[in-house]
């Protein structure tokens, strides 16, 4: 059988108190498996303001009406209000996530500071993120986080090497088409990473002849024949919340194509780790998306 990661993306506390248990529930309806990546520190989802110069930012914004997914408290978090913690409030949907039966993993500690500040970043600003998440990861759940999937996608050369060093058991941090290890600068990273396969629903809503209404379907037709397994990156503020019937969708509709929906682990379990071939790693634009993310490249030989 074919399966199909849900990977749930938690970007905020209105995420996680509202848009994961919503999900949870829905999952549980459909007797479905997902992980999910919490954002461990403060939200600051309003200083992502600054993305206002990148190239297709305020097309996003448009496309995808923020303002109706997030909110306006939200989107004033880190600026004209004071950024919740999200780990110390969000503490009792988190572990109510991992005790109803999911995975739950690392998304980031600051989302906001490390999708705009990770590429620029040095070894010590990175290394002090990503352990201030394994720690209050640790505090949270009393036990040591196996899975680490980027905010936004984006990592560096040390967050890479980190993975590693850290202990994850495996990875999602980056767009691809099949797992691999990475190797960066001719340097091989031995822990797995399982790349988001297809786009994101923000990424197709308002492209040519996509809406909201139909946009569960221009995804399926994208697994309609394929024989592979996929990593589908959904997000608690999108389909936890607004979109909840569009996941919905999407969950009968790839039951319906054969797909068995699992987590991470899942697929992590049956994998011969060492097996896996080395790609190189790049950073490119995604249709749909304003930034640089971290891509699979060509296959190492």
């Not at 909110?71 to 009792?92: M, N």
């Not at 936004?152 to 088409?177: E, I, K, P």
């Not at 809503?205 to 990593?231: F, K, M, W, Y």
Request: aromatic share 8%.
């Amino acid at each position: 059988m074919k399966r199909l990661v849900l990977k749930v993306d938690v970007d905020t506390l209105k995420g996680t108190l509202e848009g994961v248990p919503r999900l949870v529930s829905l999952f549980q309806k459909h007797q479905v498996g997902a992980t999910f990546l919490f954002s461990l520190g403060p939200d600051h989802t309003g200083r992502a303001i600054k993305r206002a110069f990148r190239p297709g930012f305020f097309q996003k914004v448009r496309r995808t009406n923020v303002t109706s997914h997030y909110g306006y408290k939200t989107l004033l978090y880190g600026t004209l209000l004071p950024g919740p913690d999200i780990g110390v409030r969000g503490e009792a949907a988190m572990r109510a996530t991992r005790d109803a039966g999911f995975e739950c993993g690392i998304h980031c500690w600051d989302h906001v500071t490390w999708q705009d500040g990770v590429m620029q970043a040095d070894a010590a600003w990175t290394r002090i993120q990503m352990t201030r998440a394994i720690e209050r990861f640790q505090s949270v759940f009393q036990y040591a986080p196996q899975v680490h999937g980027a905010a936004g996608w984006q990592m560096n050369v040390h967050a890479l090497r980190l993975t590693q060093q850290l202990g994850f058991a495996y990875c999602s941090d980056g767009r691809g088409t099949r797992p691999h290890r990475p190797m960066v600068r001719a340097e091989p990273i031995n822990t797995p990473q399982f790349p988001t396969t297809l786009p994101t629903l923000d990424e197709l809503i308002g492209t040519p002849r996509v809406t909201e209404r139909n946009v569960a379907e221009s995804l399926l037709a994208l697994t309609q024949n394929s024989h592979t397994d996929h990593v589908y990156t959904l997000h608690a503020e999108l389909e936890g919340l607004k979109l909840l019937d569009v996941m919905e969708r999407l969950i009968i509709g790839w039951k319906d194509q054969g797909y068995r929906l699992v987590d991470l682990a899942s697929i992590a379990r049956f994998t011969d780790h060492a097996s896996l071939p080395h790609y190189v790693v790049e950073w490119a634009e995604i249709p749909g998306r304003s930034g640089t993310l971290l891509t699979q490249g060509a296959q190492y030989t």
